[in-house]
């Protein structure tokens, strides 16, 4: 069965400090999609981005990057240079082709500190 | 607007009531998801429609659930003789089959 483990509950990072959030996962499929979502205080998921298993090619946009690493079944999200705004909580997950079901992980809570 | 939205946005009822909440998706995206998410918490999968067909539902999902998508375009999730356990926020998403999922602002229900 499909699994995402965010291990980090909770990080607490200085403004401008870069900081990576750790995404783990679990599947029997050779084809499938991974994600990244942001949940500010307001409460709505906003959606960062999507990878195909076959692109493992890192992907940056502004100050956000994503290392997609099959071999250890990684998808970890950076932010470099970050900012009071990024405060909130982020989901990893993952949707299997065979059935395009999207598992969360539990999400890990980031304080950026002024 | 074009994207994700759910009615209504928060919803306070008594225990045994029943309620209904609905999802309108993006026009053209064929998938609809329902997960429900409680304090601290990932989103939970609750079911999800290709067009009007439900593909799944999550054992999560008592008899008490039922989620409908009639014409493959809006859906509805009811909740019949709501339980305390119940409160959490109800989150709706679609998609292209493969694609993107976008997610809507959430119903938030309140069982006293």
């Known amino acids: 069965a499909q699994k995402v483990t965010q291990a980090q509950t909770e990080i607490s990072v200085v403004e401008k400090e870069d900081v990576t959030l750790d995404c783990v996962y679990e599947?029997?499929?050779?084809?499938?999609?991974l994600f990244w979502y942001k949940q500010p205080p307001s409460g709505e998921l906003v959606f960062l981005i999507r990878?195909?298993?076959?692109?493992?090619q890192n992907e940056i946009s502004g100050r956000y990057s994503w290392n997609f690493q099959k071999s250890t079944s990684s998808f970890n999200f950076t932010i470099t240079a970050s900012q009071v705004v990024d405060s909130a909580v982020y989901f990893c997950a993952l949707s299997e082709v065979r059935d395009d079901k999207i598992i969360f992980g539990k999400g890990t809570r980031l304080h950026i500190l002024p | 607007d074009t994207g994700v939205s759910q009615n209504p946005r928060h919803k306070i009822t008594k225990r045994g009531q029943n309620v209904t909440f609905r999802c309108d998706p993006i026009s053209e995206h064929n998938r609809l998801y329902w997960y429900r998410q409680t304090l601290g918490q990932g989103p939970e999968f609750l079911t999800y429609?290709?067009?009007?067909?439900?593909?799944?539902k999550s054992r999560l999902l008592s008899d008490r659930f039922s989620a409908e998508r009639p014409k493959g375009s809006f859906s509805t999730l009811e909740i019949q003789r709501t339980e305390q356990g119940d409160s959490a926020m109800y989150l709706c998403?679609?998609?292209?089959?493969?694609?993107?999922?976008?997610f809507g602002p959430g119903t938030r229900l309140t069982v006293l």
């Open positions: 990878r195909n298993s076959f692109d493992e």
């Open positions: 998403a679609s998609r292209l089959a493969s694609g993107d999922a976008f």
């Open positions: 599947t029997r499929d050779t084809t499938y999609y």
């Open positions: 429609f290709q067009n009007e067909a439900q593909l799944e």
